[in-house]
């Protein structure tokens, strides 16, 4: 029997217990729900995995980091697209849908910028 990647499994499963608490948590306050919901639990999650597979620990975390940065800025956009959206009476998928596609011109951006400046 091979042995089981547990570096490689427990980020997704604790990704989805958080999923799980987010769902129940919106019961009881709306607002923990949300703070749950933007708490940066992915971020040490891909910095586990990437520590996990790197010989150069170090230089990888900084690197990831460093890309984490620069790519919050479309996940802001993304955000304030919904927040705008939904206060004018969109419903979920147009919102999903404009909001990716923001988040999605905010990448490309990025990643012009780090053509264009060696970033």
């Known amino acids: 029997m091979n042995n089981i990647a547990w570096n490689e499994i427990?980020?997704?499963?604790?990704?989805?217990l958080i999923i799980i608490a987010i769902?129940?948590?919106?019961r009881f306050s709306e607002t923990f729900a949300a703070?749950?919901?933007?708490?940066p639990i992915n971020?040490?999650?891909g910095m586990?995995?990437?520590?996990?597979?790197?010989?150069?620990?170090?230089?990888a975390l900084a690197n990831f980091s460093e890309a984490l940065l620069l790519n919050f800025f479309p996940t802001?956009?993304?955000?304030?697209?919904?927040?705008q959206m939904s206060r004018a009476g969109y419903q979920l998928v147009p919102i999903i849908l404009a909001g990716y596609g923001v988040w999605a011109v905010g990448i490309m951006g990025v990643f012009w910028l780090r053509s264009q400046f060696g970033l």
């Open 10 to 16: 427990l980020p997704v499963i604790v990704s989805i």
């Open 23 to 26: 769902a129940i948590l919106r």
């Open 35 to 39: 703070i749950v919901a933007v708490m």
């Open 43 to 45: 971020i040490p999650l």
């Open 48 to 59: 586990w995995i990437i520590y996990a597979a790197e010989a150069d620990k170090t230089s």
């Open 76 to 83: 802001v956009l993304f955000m304030l697209v919904a927040w």
